[in-house]
């Protein structure tokens, strides 16, 4: 099984917005790209909006029956470990194995020298093809990389071992994934990830290093673009090398942990994949919800109303709501406009605070990132927040269809 070229991971927490969705996809695939979509959803999220895997399969399936799209399509079990994946296998036919938490956790001296023993060919100045200076790689960066990240890719064989065993062989995508952790993963460190998955016979197709800078949910990228240019262009020169040289499946690339909207750099990873004819998984995280959210504005009346209390329960748990996210987002609390302000506002100036359009004068990236981590508060409204999807589904749909396809595809694909 291959994703293809580029892949495109949509979130969509309450599972209304898939055809919107596959249309903003298709709408790029029309211009003649090779985009797959995949419609991720992690544990976690089912967890808050009470949903099972199952649904991801049939919101994914309906969109693609409906619009006719006869491309190749994913369902992305994200971020499982051996104790949450069980429930996905049914379901989902791409797995990001998460190994972030066994990041560090020790292994035993003789498999860390063993694993030094195997690299002792690229120990000193080690050229990889298209990067101008050469890896420095001594013998105690090894053992520092052994120790730190043994422990992690056996977790990722174990996992895979599940997967063979319960998928069987080529009927999954595998995607291993690092990226919840505070320090990033540099290129060189990457390349010795990627032997020890080869080495542990993990057939992996995709790989979430943690970049460098802030990835926040919603917002832009944070930090310094050519460092992360110059970081990204290694990842995938490292990538290259290491499919050669250490015989991982030829199709492998990287993903991209976006956490949405990441604008800037959007660009400059299309430059780079274009000029070394490299293909992207890139995932979108749930920004579809804060759509849903503006759409709810945009309709005014009980929508508006909905979109309201939506806010208003947020800000009062504020604290509550964003502790489990802490790592990935940047809330300016006293940039927050108060609750009564909100409730007077009309549905224009609430779905432009809201929608991210840099440089707008009514954009606060704080209401959007508190927003972007509520959406608990809307699944614990239950019906009354599902009547009002589908009572405006058409103007949420639109806004969903135009977010995807204006201000992330068209970004990232230069279209
Ligand atoms: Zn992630």
């Given at each position: 099984?291959?994703?293809?070229?580029y892949s495109?991971?949509?979130?969509?927490?309450?599972?209304?917005?898939?055809?919107?969705?596959?249309?903003?996809?298709?709408?790029?695939?029309?211009?003649?790209?090779?985009?797959?979509?995949?419609?991720?959803?992690?544990?976690?999220?089912?967890?808050?909006?009470?949903?099972?895997?199952?649904?991801?399969?049939?919101?994914?399936?309906?969109?693609?029956?409906?619009?006719?799209?006869?491309?190749?399509?994913?369902?992305?079990?994200?971020?499982?470990?051996?104790?949450?994946?069980?429930?996905?296998?049914?379901?989902?036919?791409?797995?990001?194995?998460?190994?972030?938490?066994?990041?560090?956790?020790?292994?035993?001296?003789?498999?860390?020298?063993?694993?030094?023993?195997?690299?002792?060919?690229?120990?000193?100045?080690?050229?990889?093809?298209?990067?101008?200076?050469?890896?420095?790689?001594?013998?105690?960066?090894?053992?520092?990389?052994?120790?730190?990240?043994?422990?992690?890719?056996?977790?990722?064989?174990?996992?895979?071992?599940?997967?063979?065993?319960?998928?069987?062989?080529?009927?999954?995508?595998?995607?291993?994934?690092?990226?919840?952790?505070?320090?990033?993963?540099?290129?060189?460190?990457?390349?010795?990830?990627?032997?020890?998955?080869?080495?542990?016979?993990?057939?992996?197709?995709?790989?979430?290093?943690?970049?460098?800078?802030?990835?926040?949910?919603?917002?832009?990228?944070?930090?310094?673009?050519?460092?992360?240019?110059?970081?990204?262009?290694?990842?995938?020169?490292?990538?290259?090398?290491?499919?050669?040289?250490?015989?991982?499946?030829?199709?492998?690339k990287l993903s991209v942990?976006?956490?949405?909207?990441?604008?800037?750099?959007?660009?400059?990873m299309?430059?780079?994949l274009?000029?070394?004819?490299k293909g992207l998984h890139i995932?979108?995280?749930?920004?579809?919800?804060?759509?849903?959210?503006?759409?709810?504005?945009?309709?005014?009346?009980?929508?508006?109303?909905?979109?309201?209390?939506?806010?208003?329960?947020?800000?009062?748990?504020?604290?509550?709501?964003?502790?489990?996210?802490?790592?990935?987002?940047?809330?300016?609390?006293?940039?927050?406009?108060?609750?009564?302000?909100?409730?007077?506002?009309?549905?224009?100036?609430?779905?432009?605070?809201?929608?991210?359009?840099?440089?707008?004068?009514?954009?606060?990236?704080?209401?959007?990132?508190?927003?972007?981590?509520?959406?608990?508060?809307?699944?614990?409204?239950?019906?009354?927040?599902?009547?009002?999807?589908?009572?405006?589904?058409?103007?949420?749909?639109?806004?969903?269809?135009?977010?995807?396809?204006?201000?992330?595809?068209?970004?990232?694909?230069?279209?």
């Open positions: 099984m291959r994703l293809g070229k495109f991971g949509l979130g969509d927490r309450f599972a209304h917005q898939g055809v919107a969705q596959l249309k903003a996809v298709m709408k790029a695939v029309a211009t003649g790209l090779d985009i797959s979509p995949v419609w991720n959803k992690s544990n976690r999220e089912h967890h808050y909006v009470h949903t099972e895997p199952a649904s991801v399969r049939a919101e994914a399936d309906h969109a693609v029956k409906e619009l006719g799209f006869t491309g190749k399509y994913f369902v992305d079990a994200d971020h499982i470990n051996l104790s949450t994946v069980q429930p996905f296998v049914e379901y989902a036919d791409f797995f990001t194995l998460d190994v972030a938490a066994f990041i560090g956790k020790p292994s035993s001296d003789e498999a860390i020298k063993a694993f030094v023993d195997s690299c002792q060919k690229y120990v000193g100045n080690l050229n990889i093809p298209g990067i101008d200076e050469p890896l420095n790689v001594s013998n105690e960066l090894l053992e520092e990389i052994a120790s730190r990240f043994l422990a992690a890719t056996d977790q990722a064989s174990e996992i895979y071992k599940f997967l063979l065993e319960h998928k069987g062989e080529g009927n999954f995508i595998t995607e291993v994934s690092m990226d919840e952790v505070e320090k990033p993963q540099t290129p060189v460190y990457l390349l010795f990830i990627l032997k020890m998955l080869a080495d542990k016979g993990v057939k992996a197709q995709t790989i979430a290093p943690k970049f460098t800078g802030r990835f926040n949910k919603g917002v832009d990228y944070r930090g310094d673009l050519d460092q992360f240019a110059k970081e990204f262009e290694q990842d995938v020169l490292v990538i290259d090398f290491a499919v050669k040289e250490f015989g991982l499946p030829e199709d492998l942990h976006s956490g949405s909207d990441k604008f800037s750099i959007y660009p400059i299309f430059e780079i274009k000029k070394h004819d995932k979108t995280a749930g920004t579809t919800w804060l759509e849903e959210v503006i759409g709810l504005a945009l309709s005014g009346g009980e929508g508006l109303e909905l979109a309201k209390k939506i806010y208003a329960t947020s800000y009062d748990r504020r604290e509550a709501l964003c502790a489990p996210y802490a790592d990935v987002i940047d809330i300016d609390a006293s940039q927050l406009p108060s609750i009564e302000e909100v409730n007077g506002w009309d549905g224009e100036k609430y779905a432009n605070t809201l929608r991210h359009i840099p440089g707008h004068t009514d954009f606060n990236s704080n209401f959007r990132q508190l927003i972007h981590v509520a959406y608990a508060v809307a699944a614990e409204l239950g019906d009354e927040y599902y009547s009002q999807l589908e009572k405006n589904a058409e103007i949420i749909g639109r806004c969903v269809e135009e977010n995807i396809y204006d201000r992330h595809l068209k970004r990232l694909f230069n279209l």
